[in-house]
């Protein structure tokens, strides 16, 4: 688990917020879960990560959302192990939405990225595909993956460039991510971006004048997206 799940989890209200806007500051990454659709009922505020939203009486609640910051909200505890629904969606001004697949499923919720905004470079590999299970996250480069023998997606935020290779030290076969602009990429099966399963051991931002592998990968600022493996 990242060292980021160590922030401070904050639960700012209980009972109904009828002001969505205001609640937010700029660039705060928050997520507000409300028990029924339109963003009205009973309502939990959270600023990190919740493995298990019971902790906070609120597992297989949530009907509706707003959220500032890209977050990941799982049908399953612990982020999606298992069979799980999941629901990823990213702006960095407050976005409101119903919940879908994950209406009243909802048990786990994380971020994405780095708390200052989505137009910073981050890159956050996953053990599975669609998000689950555990992470690494990378801002410049790691030449020893902790996930080495165990990944299946990948998210960028802050596009532009990384290289990927298949051994350790930025060494061996490697594949550059270019993307456009300056948003989020969201890759929930790396084999659709033409990279095996479990096959990286070292990343870095940039990559090199010529590379014999470019994956072009769009980027965008805003997006909202359900996913039912
Ligand atoms: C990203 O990589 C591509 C392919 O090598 C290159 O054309 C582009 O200039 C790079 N962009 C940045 C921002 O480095």
């Not at 790396?190 to 931002?205: A, D, F, K, M, P």
Request: proline share 3%; with cysteine.
């Amino acid at each position: 688990m990242s060292f980021r799940s160590t922030f401070l989890l904050k639960i700012v209200c209980c009972f109904t917020a009828a002001t969505v806007s205001g609640v937010f500051g700029q660039q705060d990454i928050r997520a507000t879960l409300y028990e029924q659709f339109g963003n009205s009922g009973m309502s939990v505020s959270i600023d990190g990560y919740v493995p298990d939203l019971s902790t906070l009486g609120f597992a297989d609640r949530a009907r509706s959302a707003c959220t500032v910051g890209m977050w990941i909200f799982y049908a399953m505890p612990n982020y999606g192990y298992g069979s799980y629904h999941v629901v990823a969606t990213y702006s960095d001004s407050p976005f409101c939405f119903d919940f879908d697949i994950v209406a009243a499923d909802v048990s786990s919720v994380r971020y994405v990225g780095s708390g200052a905004g989505l137009s910073v470079q981050t890159f956050t590999l996953y053990e599975q595909t669609y998000f689950a299970r555990n992470e690494e996250y990378i801002t410049s480069e790691k030449p020893a993956l902790n996930l080495a023998n165990v990944h299946g997606s990948i998210i960028l935020t802050g596009g532009g460039n990384w290289t990927v290779f298949e051994g350790t030290s930025y060494s061996g076969p490697s594949a550059c991510l270019a993307s456009t602009g300056t948003g989020v990429v969201v890759i929930a099966d790396i084999r659709t971006v033409g990279l095996e399963h479990n096959s990286l051991r070292s990343v870095r931002i940039g990559c090199e004048t010529n590379p014999k592998t470019v994956v072009h990968l769009q980027s965008s600022m805003t997006g909202h997206r359900s996913f039912s493996p």
